[in-house]
Every structure is written in structure tokens, then in C-alpha cells.
């Protein structure tokens, strides 16, 4: 349950605000992965970082911006977000490279008013 | 891309009972099949795995079906218990690079009534 842990575990801010979620892991992975999670839909993958270089933007606004500084953290900020973008936001890590299990984070319940 | 369809949308049996969850992909070239279990408030917990070279995998009440010429794989919960109660979500990957891209389904919601 320790091996992804996410920072703040809850979130609200207005849509001016700018903040940043925090994700760390602890399992020895080389990639780590963004993923929103709404009501009544399947989880969305965002962004993939595969030994700390982005492999994949899924189409996602500009108002989310990642960064990896290394392979055990990774940050989202959050800036001029609209209210459909509160969801949970979800981190993964994996060994990276093919056929390997993902492991989950807590998430980070985001509102935006 | 990869598509990822599954079935139903919600599942309801009695304690003691099989369950089984369907999946469907699009692209014959996904080679991994995870399985994850989602209770409410809590993140998602891989259960199962199966990879493309395996027709069938086993652990202790949970099994996963493999079928690559009809692109399907199903999940299968045998003597459910009141725990088992969760979203299950199935996702393949076709993997591009160096990194594993998931696709999932919508998610089933199981429960089990005592």
C-alpha cells in the first residue's frame, strides 16, 4: 500500500489557482504515469514518463503540465483549471519497458470551483 | 488505437457464486491483459495479469480466459464472498516504445449479497 504514495490526498481550488500534485515511488520503477479518473468513465491515461523522458501526451490541455525529475517522483501542475476537470488523479509506476504490471497510488481528489 | 470493451456494466450475485466479467479488444497487436479491483475510496489493485503467449492463468479463486483469435479475455470469480464486492476494471496494452500504454475498459460493478 506504501510503494506509490500521492500528495495532497484532496484538492479544491478555484480556477485561477495554480498547484501542483505530488507522486512518489518507492518500488525501484523506471516509468510512472498520470491517469484521470471521472464518474461513469474508464480510467484516461494523460501523460507516461519512461526513464524520466515523456513517452506520451495523450491529448491533454496545457492547463495540466507535468514534470519528472527523476524516476521515483513525479508532479502535475495544475494552472486555470475549468470544473470538468475535477476527477481523481491517479499515479502508476511500473518496471517499465513491456508486459509489466502497473501499481497505483492513492489518488488526489481534485474539485475545482 | 486500442479499444477496450466490457461487460456488464454491473453484476450482481449471491454469496457462494461464480461471477464473470467480459472484455473485448481491438488491436491484435495488445500482448497484456491486467485485471485491477477498485473498492470505493480506495485505488486500483491489480488482482490478475495474462499475457498473450497464455491461454489461462490461476490464482486461488480468480482465473483469466484468454482468447487472441476473438480478441476477448473474461475474468472469473469463483465462490464470491462479500469482500469480492468492488469495480474490476480490464485493460490491454499494446506496448509502443519502451513503456506500457493501457487501455481500460468502463468497469464492472460486483456485488455480493450475503
Known amino acids: 500500500e506504501t510503494g506509490v504514495t500521492q500528495t495532497p490526498r484532496h484538492l479544491v481550488m478555484g480556477m485561477t489557482n495554480k498547484k501542483s500534485l505530488k507522486c512518489e515511488q518507492h518500488l525501484g520503477h523506471n516509468a510512472m504515469y498520470w491517469y484521470k479518473q471521472s464518474a461513469k468513465k474508464p480510467l484516461e491515461l494523460m501523460f507516461v514518463y519512461n526513464f524520466k523522458e515523456q513517452t506520451e501526451n495523450n491529448s491533454v490541455p496545457s492547463r495540466f503540465s507535468p514534470e519528472c525529475p527523476n524516476s521515483s517522483h513525479l508532479f502535475l501542475h495544475l494552472h486555470t483549471l475549468q470544473p470538468e476537470d475535477s476527477a481523481l488523479y491517479l499515479c502508476?509506476?511500473?518496471?517499465?519497458?513491456?508486459?509489466?504490471?502497473?501499481?497505483f497510488g492513492p489518488g488526489t481528489r481534485l474539485t475545482v470551483t | 488505437g486500442e479499444n477496450v470493451e466490457q461487460h456488464p456494466s454491473t453484476l450482481s450475485v449471491q454469496e457462494g457464486d461464480s461471477a464473470v466479467i467480459k472484455c473485448t479488444y481491438s488491436?491484435?497487436?495488445?500482448?497484456?491483459f491486467p485485471w485491477y479491483k477498485q473498492e470505493l475510496g480506495k485505488r486500483p489493485q491489480l488482482i490478475i495479469d495474462i499475457r498473450s503467449n497464455v491461454g489461462e492463468k490461476k490464482d486461488q479463486r480468480i482465473a483469466v480466459t484468454l482468447n487472441k483469435t476473438a480478441k476477448h479475455f473474461s475474468l472469473h470469480i469463483t465462490e464470491t464472498q462479500p469482500e469480492d464486492s468492488a469495480v474490476y476494471f480490464c485493460?490491454?496494452?499494446?506496448?509502443?516504445?519502451?513503456?506500457?500504454?493501457?487501455?481500460f475498459g468502463k468497469g464492472t460493478k460486483l456485488t455480493v449479497n450475503p
Open positions: 502508476a509506476s511500473s518496471q517499465g519497458g513491456r508486459g509489466h504490471a502497473q501499481y
Open positions: 485493460a490491454a496494452s499494446n506496448p509502443q516504445g519502451g513503456s506500457e500504454k493501457l487501455v
Open positions: 488491436d491484435s497487436a495488445s500482448n497484456y
